[in-house]
């Protein structure tokens, strides 16, 4: 689906008859979502099946998979794949590969928001997808390209041992864990809801690129929970007391039972301090960019300052140096933001030096959450303007010297928008991007290999 | 928003079949036009472009094919009716364009 109008971010999983692995699918991730106070009307998930018609029980093997997964074994009837499902679909998602070819040949439009269940855990981890959940799947499309999928999900239809099958359900829970967790970080309203708590929370008040957002910390230990946030956004930190626009109501809780509890009263809850931050991360970001849709042109970029409040932004899809190249330039010049670049209609930057996410060697897909303070970045100048859009080419293991190329309009603003937020809010659309770019100079595109080399071209950038 | 279609009803457009565009925004440079569909943004070459143009209003298939032939002239190597459907087909199945459905050739 890709209308602009607000609606529940929809997912279908499609599998081959729609009566085995998909219902299970669709009914872990309800119960989920559902577990985490995620309502159908904030993420709808549905299921089809491509080849079988619909109105068709759940097979037995299925059933018995709901059962050991503890999860709703209601009636069910199957659904057939058509264009009207797909036409309100965010996001397609498939077991097997297979599925996922002969759907795009029969319905070539959905190529860009369909994905393998290995696919879209592969892609997740990543890319930082710090976006409302509507845009997920043009931003991981924009990712799959440059992205090896290894292994998959394929299971041969003729391979319905005990054994086999537990093995594909066990890897279909552990899928549905994934995104749940994702989502739950990125969709509208959830933990945003004041619930009673039997320990003393502790705020913390945070203004991303004007928005105030308040992180309300509770769970075994708030007040460490508080310091860490604290420190993690500590240029982001508000420097006057505001009402929030939003709230997020944050909790770490080593018990999984205690996190069941507090994750079915509204609060978005993790079982360590690391893992909150790299999702708190995430949440705070979107409330920020939910809260200025159609005010202000988001991009996911990195913006770097020169000493004169000049900002230039890099734009490239996450997972592909951007944080490197903004950690690296922002030894050198005022560090902006790595991941949002929020602009007025008139040029004026908006920053949020957010913490920066960091991949830590052999970890488990949770980055590590650095203030730029540890990190000895710069501070930009006030009055921040935006200088240039540069789109970002990183070629990596070649060496070449940086270059810089200016690109026609139309091509450039087509290159940008996977990574720009809410452009249908914008009041002219089409036109309020154009003008702001061509009062900047128009697109440019930077060929680099190494971030290091970028250092001696920044001047140049400024005033391409 | 995007209208989704089945790849076979993409093709075999008929000579009385009238054909509509649809975008929330577009802007044109050079010939080329940058369309918004929903979240969607879509860059087209000058003749798909002018056939988005010719079509705000609706336009039937034979008069489009006559006012692309008189601004672009004859494809080379392939005949016009092949060449404006490969145009309009990628038109069609992301939701840029609908034809008139009882009109369209099984």
Known sequence: MTSAEPHPFTVLIVGMSGTFTAPVAERILCSLLRERSVAAGVIDVQSAGLEEPGGREIEPQARVALESHQCDRGPYVSQQVSAELLERADMVITGREAVRSQLVARFPAVERITFTMSEIGHLYAEVAAMAPLVEHARMLNAARQNASVADNYDLSSD?????????????????????????????????????????????????????????????????????????????????????????????????????????????????????????????????????????????????????????????????????????????????????????????????????????????????????????????????????????????????????????????????????????????????????????????????????????????????? | MIEIQSAPQAVGIADDSQLTSHADDFLVRDGQMLVLRGYDLYLLSQVAAESMSAAWEGIGYSALRTRLLEIFGEPLGVSVDVQLQRILEPLLLEGLMTVDATRVEQ
């Open chain 1, 159 to 464: 391979e319905r041992t005990p054994a086999a099958v537990d093995e594909m359900f066990a890897k279909v829970e552990r899928s549905c864990h994934w995104l749940a967790k994702i989502w739950v970080s990125m969709a509208p309203g959830v933990g945003d809801e004041s619930w009673d708590s039997d320990s003393d929370q502790q705020s913390v008040d945070i203004d991303a690129f004007g928005v105030a957002v308040r992180v309300v910390c509770d769970g075994d230990d708030p007040a460490r929970l508080a310091a860490a946030v604290r420190a993690a956004f500590s240029r982001t930190l508000a420097t006057s007391p505001r009402e929030p626009e939003s709230i997020v109501h944050l909790a770490v809780r080593h018990d999984a039972e205690d996190r069941t509890w507090a994750s079915s009263r509204g609060w978005t809850t993790y079982r360590s301090v690391p893992e909150a931050l790299h999702y708190v991360t995430s949440t705070v970001t979107v409330r920020a960019i939910d809260a200025r849709a159609g005010q202000l042109l988001m991009v996911h970029a990195a913006g770097l300052a020169g000493p004169d409040g000049k900002v230039v932004g890099l734009i490239a899809p996450s997972g592909t140096g951007k944080t490197t190249l903004a950690r690296t330039l922002g030894a050198h010049y005022g560090y902006v933001t790595d991941e949002t670049l929020a602009v007025d209609l008139h040029g004026e930057v908006f920053p949020y030096p957010k913490p920066l996410s960091l991949v830590v060697e052999g970890g488990t897909g949770v980055k590590q959450q650095r203030s730029p303070d540890n990190l000895g970045m710069l501070r930009p100048p006030e009055g921040l303007r935006l200088s240039r859009l540069v789109v970002l080419n990183r070629i990596p293991d070649v060496a070449r010297e940086p270059m810089l190329e200016q690109i026609p309009l139309l091509p450039g603003l087509a290159d940008m928008a996977p990574h720009i937020s809410y452009l249908p809010q914008l009041p002219d659309k089409l036109h309020d991007l154009a003008r702001l770019t061509e009062s900047v100079g128009g697109v440019w595109r930077l060929t680099y290999s190494d971030a290091s080399s970028v250092v001696g071209l920044f001047p140049e950038l400024e005033a391409a």
